[in-house]
Every structure is written in C-alpha cells, then in structure tokens.
C-alpha cells in the first residue's frame, strides 16, 4: 500500500461509537465546556488553574508579550508539591491510597497520600542537606518504583528542577543530558527488575561520571532496589534509605513563582543533539490536572488508574507523578514488563486491584493483539470503564480490539494527541461526549487551538490534509529548549509564522476531526518513543567500520515504525571483521551502547552507495521504499540512479540480516 493509499484508508474510517447515555450522564466533562471555553479560554484556563492551591493568587493570566515565551499566572504563587500531597492530607484524605506499587517479582507497596507526604518532606530535608536549592538541577535515573515519584515531588518542593532520564538509555545518552543541564545531583538504583531478572543501573552511572566527564555533580544518591553489589564512591555515593533515615519528616512547603521552572526532560529531534524541553509550573500543572480529570473522567473517591507509562517519559511525568496526584487520584504503577513473569502480567494486575482506568500505548496493545485473546479473557477485566491510548497513531483494527477485548465492548477510548512539548493532552475525545472513531483523536481539548494547516499556513478544508499546528498559547506549553533559545525559536516556530509547528502531519476528516498521520521530519516513533534518524547516523558513524551511514523509520507492524540504517564500510577498516551477519549484531549493539537498547536498529543493511541529490542530501524517502519493501518512487533528482537500482539487488540477494 502506498503511502497515499494509507492516508485515505485511514482517513475514510466511518464507524463511530457514542458513549452510553449513562456514562454521558455522570462524566465530569459536558458538552457546554467546549462553548464556555471558546467564548473566552483566558477566562476558561484562569477557571482551572483555581482548582490548584496558590499560596499567593495570580491577577494576571497569560503574558504573551515575548513570545514564543508564554508566562501563564505569572505573578501567583504555589507549591507542586503541596498540590500533590499536602493539600490532600490538610483536607482530610489522608488514608487515601495514592500509589499501589506493584514490583515486577510480586513484591507490593503501599502509600497513602499521608505516607507519601511524609516521605516526600523526608526526600525534600535530605536533598537540601546536600546542598540542592530552587534553580538547581536534579538528574533522576530510576527503575519504575515509588523513589522515582518520591524524588521528583521532593525536588520540585524545594523549587529545584528534575531532569529524568530514562532507565533503558546508556551512560553516554545520561552524561549528554547531565552535562547540558549542569545536574549537582544524580538519584538513582543499584539496579531495577526487568523481564525476571535484577538489571543494573548504578554502573551506567560510574561510567557517565568517570573522568570526571560530569563536574556539576556533587552526589550520586543510591536506592537499593534489588541488593546487587554495586561498586562504591565515598566521596559522592549516599544509599538513600540512610540519608531518609537521618532526615527529618518536618518540612514545610515554600511558594514559588508560577513560572518557576518544575523540569527539563530530554527528546530527540532533528539533529544529533536532543533538545532539553523545559516546562514550569503553575500552567503546567493546571492543564495536567484538568486534562487528566476531564478526559479520563477520574472520579478520586472510586477510581483506580492505571498508566502504564515509565516516568522517564513525559506521559510519566504528566499522568503518572503530576495530574493524578494533583487530582488526588488513586493509582497503581507497575516496575517491570509486560510478560514477566506471564503473558497475562498485566491484566491480572488490574483485576487485582480493580483497574477502572487505563491509560497506555498502541505497541503495547498490538503486542497484546498477536499473542491471543485467550491471555485477557483468563482475568476479570470489567472494573475498566475509561480505556486511553498515547504515543502514535492507533490503527483502527488495535483500536477495535482494545474496545471489544480489553474494553468489553463498551468503555470509550480516548486517543490522546499531545507531546514532551506539549506538556499536557492537546486532541482528545472527552469520553462522555465525543462519538469516538477508531484510528482518530479527533478534536482539540476546550481551551486548545489546533489546526491543519497547508504549506502556507492556511487552514485547510474538511478531507484535506496538512501539518499540524496549534495557533494560540496553552498552559502547559514548553517555555524553551534548555539554553538554547535560538533552536527553540526555529524548530517551533518558524515554519508557520506565529503558530507553533508540531512537526505531524494531519487531516481533516469530513466531520472536521482530526487524524494523525506521523511525523513530517526526521523524526521517528518506535514504539511510541520519539527517536532522531540523525541522532542514530551519528552513532554509527563513531563506529570505526562505518564511513557513511542512513537511518529511515520504516513502517512495523508491533512498533509502528522500526528503525532501519543503511550503511558504508570502510574496506580499510573491515579486514578484521566475520561476515555481513556478524557486522550487522556488531553494529545494531553499538548503537543500543551508544544510545541505549531503544535505537538499536532492526535491521542493518551493508550498501556501496547511499541515494543522494545533486547537493548531497540523502533521499531517505527512496531508503524508506526499499525498508518497507515497495516500489522505488522517483528517482529522478537523485545525482546517479542507478545506485537504487544497486541497493535494492543487494537487499532482494538477502544481504541484510
Ligand atoms: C509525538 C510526540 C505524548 C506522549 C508520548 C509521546 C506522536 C503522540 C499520538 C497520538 C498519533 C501521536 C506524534 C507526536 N503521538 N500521541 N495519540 N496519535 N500520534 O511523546 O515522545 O514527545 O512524541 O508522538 O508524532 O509528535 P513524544
């Protein structure tokens, strides 16, 4: 199927489900939200950020004076913290059930918002014993276990700024993010447990840090997790349950200033350089909080959520530790994967705990797909009442089966569009209301102005398609790209004048909803993970066999897109090394060195030459054909054509592995 063909496929899609006239009822979100918001969404996003507790009120709402810089309840006053935990306790819900941790070898943890509370003062006293105060950088590289949350609440208490960086990236990718940030702090574990056995994280950590390649930082503090022995620095390594230990549980929450940044979290994109997305905190935490109440209809007093997210992502960030605590919600999180140490891990935890919210991603639920409904139809599932899904398009047919399977045939799907940039859910359904079609987020959150826009920026008509933009200022917009304001200004917003470019590309249906299509840049979606081709050429090139080297993001029928590199040797070089199967594993594992096991190319594939323009650009339009095994389109601006002609003899010979 050609691309075009896939478009209008999906596109064309016309089944629709309305919400049960009782579920419609009783959800949080009514249809008025959507004229309320629109008549004025200042007045509207003013109206949400007052379910947040401000020690000092805002007068003022959005300053859009320097923009792109948005400042939103500039001049009010809170702590994030507090709002997540304090408040909570102060009003009575105390013994409420925030997190049932759920560790990957069936070991559990309780904590009550009073419990968590506490133990995030504890965090907060031992942090600012080490010297960490307000404008300080944290880096946070944890497993999935309640320390990540603990730590992130307790660095965002004192007005200090987190920096997560997932567990499953390597010491390079941690030391890259530690250096462009200045972290004084590294929080992290022994090790975590991952598909049944103990993996360590510690020594990624030595070896960031070795050389002393990260001056900033002063301290390494260390959970124990999994007991492994860990090598040991006693001039920076702290455990953390001593220091916890030793720490007071007094801690009193200070206010800062609504735009007081809150984190930075590392995304790839179009260059070698990931770029440091930084968000603040007042408007963050209002879109956070009113996105998660709203389209996942959380009900505190009854609900039990469950987002299967890593708090290495930023779904970890605004729907595991902010919006749901915010919302005083109850939730579970989950250490390990999905098939350890049974296939069927997942939903016997939710009938475990009564899940009735789920919130997770397209691969998961396609992985799930291949192995048989027979797994979930083992438990009992019929607590879920609201099913959401995240990270890339969903197919209709997953979609489908994630309603009759998982859903039981009735509990609404949310397709929440939104990004790192993006801070919060953008495109929704609202789960009370919007009739849902399978494949599609379909429409812009009350208060967000989303559009799709054509090569000059108009909008287009109903059945046409584009590029996505959003066209005024959101809450929980990034305020930058860490230090480097230029790139912030460009990647954003200087293809559309005025409008921020979100690098998709989209169509309008002919209800007006909105489809999501993929990326337009070099930017690729593995398994709902966001990956730069350039960032991966570049790991390959720092390999001594590797002269010239092309990544494409073809298309996958579990990870929706897989990463395939096209690479030249250098004769002089490849003397000593076996045949073309064994260069390929030696390749694919030092990319999962360089970058971490996520990048690790699915196939490598070893060529003489690389299509490139007159002006040496490389085609990776032609690569993507021969990676997705089609036709090869047009050639005819390539400097020599017949070197497709050579690529493709070589991959139909079978010399890729
Ligand atoms: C990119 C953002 C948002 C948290 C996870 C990913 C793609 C995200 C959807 C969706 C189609 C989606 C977009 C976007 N994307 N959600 N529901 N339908 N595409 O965050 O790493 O910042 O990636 O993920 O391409 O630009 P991220």
Same mark, same amino acid.
């Not at 019929?382 to 995240?390: A, D, H, N």
């Given at each position: 199927m050609s691309e075009n063909d896939l478009i209008s496929s999906l596109a064309s899609e016309s089944r629709s489900f309305a919400p049960s006239a009782e579920f419609s009822r009783q959800?949080?979100?009514?249809?008025?939200i959507y004229a309320h918001a629109a008549a004025n969404p200042e007045a509207f996003w003013a109206e949400q950020a007052h379910a947040l507790t401000w020690h000092k009120p805002f007068t003022k709402t959005l300053d859009w004076s320097d923009a792109p810089f948005a400042k939103w309840f500039d001049d009010g006053e809170l702590n994030v913290a507090y709002n997540c935990l304090d408040r909570h306790v102060e009003n009575g819900l105390g013994e409420r059930v925030a997190l049932f941790f759920e560790g990957e070898p069936g070991d559990t943890q309780v904590f009550t918002y009073a419990t968590l509370t506490e133990a995030v003062k504890r965090a907060a006293n031992v942090l600012a014993d080490l010297?960490?105060?307000?404008g300080d950088r944290v880096a946070i590289y944890l497993p999935m276990i309640p320390e990540a949350i603990i730590s992130m609440l307790a660095v965002a208490r004192i007005g200090a700024i987190h920096s997560v960086v997932f567990g499953g990236f390597s010491a390079d990718s941690l030391a890259t993010r530690i250096q462009d940030a200045e972290a004084k702090l590294v929080i992290t574990a022994d090790g975590g447990y991952r598909k049944g056995k103990a993996s360590a994280l510690k020594p990624a950590v030595d070896e960031a840090l070795s050389g002393n390649a990260c001056p900033s930082v002063q301290h390494v503090l260390v959970v124990q997790r999994t007991g492994q022995s860990v090598e040991w620095f006693e001039t920076t390594d702290i455990w953390w349950h001593e220091a916890m230990n030793k720490a007071s549980s007094e801690h009193t929450a200070q206010a800062f200033a609504a735009e007081n940044p809150l984190f930075i979290l590392y995304t790839s994109g179009t260059t070698g350089k990931p770029k440091g997305i930084l968000h603040t905190s007042g408007g963050y935490l209002t879109q956070a909080a009113f996105t998660h109440r709203n389209i996942f209809d959380l009900k505190p007093e009854t609900d039990i959520y469950w987002c299967t997210a890593d708090v290495g992502w930023i779904t970890g960030h605004s729907y595991v530790a902010y919006g749901p605590l915010a919302n005083g919600a109850t939730q579970v999180i989950y250490e390990g994967t999905p098939d350890a140490p049974h296939p069927g891990r997942w939903w016997e935890i939710i009938q475990k705990y009564g899940v009735t919210i789920l919130y997770t991603a397209p691969t998961a639920i396609r992985s799930f797909m291949k192995l048989g409904r027979q797994i979930p139809d083992a438990f009992d599932l019929s607590t879920l009442r609201v099913l959401g899904s995240v990270g890339e398009p969903i197919n209709p047919e997953a979609w489908m089966w994630y309603r009759d399977?998982? *859903? *039981? *045939?009735?509990a609404p799907i949310v397709d929440t569009w939104w990004q790192t940039e993006t801070g919060a859910i953008m495109i929704s359904p609202l789960p009370g209301i919007t009739h849902t079609k399978p494949g599609s987020a379909q429409v812009p959150m009350s208060g967000i102005a989303a559009d799709v826009v054509d090569d000059h920026g108009h909008s287009v008509a109903n059945g046409h398609g584009g590029y996505l933009v959003i066209s005024e200022p959101w809450?929980?917009?990034?305020? *930058?790209i860490w230090r480097d304001p230029e790139r912030f200004n460009e990647t954003?917003?200087?293809?559309?004048?005025g409008q921020y470019f979100a690098g998709d590309g989209a169509k309008k249906d002919a209800d007006g909803d909105i489809w999501l299509l993929g990326r337009v840049d070099d930017v690729m979606n593995v398994s709902g993970h966001r990956l730069s081709t350039t960032e991966i050429e570049s790991a390959l090139v720092s390999h001594h066999w590797v002269a010239e080297a092309a990544v494409v993001g073809a298309r996958d029928e579990l990870t929706g897109q897989a990463v395939v590199a096209f690479v030249i040797l250098r004769q002089d070089e490849i003397a000593d090394a076996g045949s073309d199967a064994d260069i390929s594993k030696i390749l694919r594992d030092h990319v999962a060195k360089e970058?971490?096991?996520?990048?690790?190319?699915r196939q490598i594939m070893v060529v003489a030459e690389l299509p490139k323009t007159r002006s040496g650009k490389i085609m990776r339009r032609l690569l993507r054909d021969v990676a997705e095994d089609r036709p090869i389109g047009d050639v005819t601006t390539l400097a020599d054509s017949s070197v497709m002609n050579i690529i493709s003899g070589k991959i139909a010979a079978g010399a890729n592995d």
């Amino acid at each position: 199927m050609s691309e075009n063909d896939l478009i209008s496929s999906l596109a064309s899609e016309s089944r629709s489900f309305a919400p049960s006239a009782e579920f419609s009822r009783q959800a949080n979100a009514q249809p008025e939200i959507y004229a309320h918001a629109a008549a004025n969404p200042e007045a509207f996003w003013a109206e949400q950020a007052h379910a947040l507790t401000w020690h000092k009120p805002f007068t003022k709402t959005l300053d859009w004076s320097d923009a792109p810089f948005a400042k939103w309840f500039d001049d009010g006053e809170l702590n994030v913290a507090y709002n997540c935990l304090d408040r909570h306790v102060e009003n009575g819900l105390g013994e409420r059930v925030a997190l049932f941790f759920e560790g990957e070898p069936g070991d559990t943890q309780v904590f009550t918002y009073a419990t968590l509370t506490e133990a995030v003062k504890r965090a907060a006293n031992v942090l600012a014993d080490l010297g960490v105060t307000a404008g300080d950088r944290v880096a946070i590289y944890l497993p999935m276990i309640p320390e990540a949350i603990i730590s992130m609440l307790a660095v965002a208490r004192i007005g200090a700024i987190h920096s997560v960086v997932f567990g499953g990236f390597s010491a390079d990718s941690l030391a890259t993010r530690i250096q462009d940030a200045e972290a004084k702090l590294v929080i992290t574990a022994d090790g975590g447990y991952r598909k049944g056995k103990a993996s360590a994280l510690k020594p990624a950590v030595d070896e960031a840090l070795s050389g002393n390649a990260c001056p900033s930082v002063q301290h390494v503090l260390v959970v124990q997790r999994t007991g492994q022995s860990v090598e040991w620095f006693e001039t920076t390594d702290i455990w953390w349950h001593e220091a916890m230990n030793k720490a007071s549980s007094e801690h009193t929450a200070q206010a800062f200033a609504a735009e007081n940044p809150l984190f930075i979290l590392y995304t790839s994109g179009t260059t070698g350089k990931p770029k440091g997305i930084l968000h603040t905190s007042g408007g963050y935490l209002t879109q956070a909080a009113f996105t998660h109440r709203n389209i996942f209809d959380l009900k505190p007093e009854t609900d039990i959520y469950w987002c299967t997210a890593d708090v290495g992502w930023i779904t970890g960030h605004s729907y595991v530790a902010y919006g749901p605590l915010a919302n005083g919600a109850t939730q579970v999180i989950y250490e390990g994967t999905p098939d350890a140490p049974h296939p069927g891990r997942w939903w016997e935890i939710i009938q475990k705990y009564g899940v009735t919210i789920l919130y997770t991603a397209p691969t998961a639920i396609r992985s799930f797909m291949k192995l048989g409904r027979q797994i979930p139809d083992a438990f009992d599932l019929s607590t879920l009442r609201v099913l959401g899904s995240v990270g890339e398009p969903i197919n209709p047919e997953a979609w489908m089966w994630y309603r009759d399977v998982i *859903g *039981g *045939g009735s509990a609404p799907i949310v397709d929440t569009w939104w990004q790192t940039e993006t801070g919060a859910i953008m495109i929704s359904p609202l789960p009370g209301i919007t009739h849902t079609k399978p494949g599609s987020a379909q429409v812009p959150m009350s208060g967000i102005a989303a559009d799709v826009v054509d090569d000059h920026g108009h909008s287009v008509a109903n059945g046409h398609g584009g590029y996505l933009v959003i066209s005024e200022p959101w809450p929980s917009m990034l305020r *930058g790209i860490w230090r480097d304001p230029e790139r912030f200004n460009e990647t954003y917003w200087s293809r559309f004048h005025g409008q921020y470019f979100a690098g998709d590309g989209a169509k309008k249906d002919a209800d007006g909803d909105i489809w999501l299509l993929g990326r337009v840049d070099d930017v690729m979606n593995v398994s709902g993970h966001r990956l730069s081709t350039t960032e991966i050429e570049s790991a390959l090139v720092s390999h001594h066999w590797v002269a010239e080297a092309a990544v494409v993001g073809a298309r996958d029928e579990l990870t929706g897109q897989a990463v395939v590199a096209f690479v030249i040797l250098r004769q002089d070089e490849i003397a000593d090394a076996g045949s073309d199967a064994d260069i390929s594993k030696i390749l694919r594992d030092h990319v999962a060195k360089e970058i971490g096991p996520i990048a690790k190319p699915r196939q490598i594939m070893v060529v003489a030459e690389l299509p490139k323009t007159r002006s040496g650009k490389i085609m990776r339009r032609l690569l993507r054909d021969v990676a997705e095994d089609r036709p090869i389109g047009d050639v005819t601006t390539l400097a020599d054509s017949s070197v497709m002609n050579i690529i493709s003899g070589k991959i139909a010979a079978g010399a890729n592995d």
